[in-house]
Every structure is written in C-alpha cells, then in structure tokens.
C-alpha cells in the first residue's frame, strides 16, 4: 500500500508565503517524477509544478519566480515553497507521484488527499 499524505496548508494573507510537503510512504521501489496539482473550485484541476527524480523542474506560467517545487529522495518528500502568495493561488493542492513498488514493474501514479490553500486578508 501507497500513501502520499499533504501537509503545510492553510490561510495566509496576500503577500505571504507556505511551504507544502508530500510525504510518500509505504511499498516503494522508486519514485520517478513528482508533481504539485491544485483545483480551486469551478476550475479544472491544473499542473503547477513537476520534478523528476534527477532535480530537474518546470513550472506553470502563473507561478514562476514565485514558487520552487524541491525534493528530498533520501526520504520519499517532496516541497513546495509559496511566496508572493495571490488570492487567485487559493485551491485545493494535490501531490502526484510516478512510481513503482517493486523491480520491473511498471510506475504508477498515485495522488494525495489534498491540502486547502486560502489567500486572503
């Protein structure tokens, strides 16, 4: 079994700044790439920033110079650090990770909880 659990969301004022964790636990061989998702409600569920396993990143246009996506492989984690924080930053932020739970086997990719983000004075 395959957890990815979210934490470090919550309410912060425009102009502020979280840092969110996805902590992968569980059967795990290896973990490919990793990624942050948020939906805010009535949108669709978009892509906010990705890291493979090398460290290597890509951003949404709507983020970049404001967010760094960062992992720690040694302890199956991931981060991101929001700064600058907009009321339009505010949804539901979701982990992914690509990975398999054993030799030869194909990855999978399996979706935390999520962790609410509210921006707002």
């Known amino acids: 079994q395959v957890q990815l659990v979210e934490s470090g969301g919550g309410l912060v004022q425009p102009g502020g700044s979280l840092r969110l964790s996805c902590a992968a636990s569980?059967?795990?061989?290896?973990?490919?790439?990793m990624g942050w998702y948020r939906q805010a409600p009535g949108k669709q569920r978009e892509l906010v920033a990705a890291i493979t396993s090398g460290g290597s990143t890509n951003y949404a246009d709507s983020v970049k110079g404001r967010f760094t996506i960062s992992r720690d492989n040694a302890k199956n984690t991931m981060y991101l650090q929001m700064n600058s924080l907009k009321p339009e930053d505010a949804a539901v932020y979701y982990c992914n990770a690509a990975l398999t739970t054993g030799w030869g086997l194909t990855p999978r990719t399996y979706w935390g909880q999520g962790t609410q983000v509210t921006v707002s004075s």
């Open positions: 569980g059967s795990i061989f290896n973990i490919y790439g």
